[in-house]
């Protein structure tokens, strides 16, 4: 409960900073932050998509191996 009652308070402070009517006014700041933030969140996601593209392979060549190996136990 904690939990959604800080979350629902951060949220608001999030929007209210935001917003050009209020007196933060921190709207060109995220949006510059976002700026430069989306170049390197999407390298850092597409990294991560790779190793875990590679990751799937080779377990799909090791269940491979795996299955092999229990056909030829089954046949002696």
Do not use: H, Y
């Not at 050009?20 to 999407?42: H, M, R, T």
């Amino acid at each position: 409960m904690t939990a959604i009652i800080l979350g629902i308070i951060l949220i608001g402070f999030t929007v209210f900073s935001v917003l050009p009517s209020c007196p933060l006014n921190w709207g060109p700041q995220v949006i510059e932050f976002l700026k430069g933030f989306a170049p390197v969140f999407a390298a850092f996601v597409g990294l991560i998509a790779l190793l875990i593209g590679a990751a799937d392979i080779k377990d799909k060549k090791e269940a491979k191996k795996e299955e092999q190996e229990a056909a030829k136990a089954q046949e002696k």
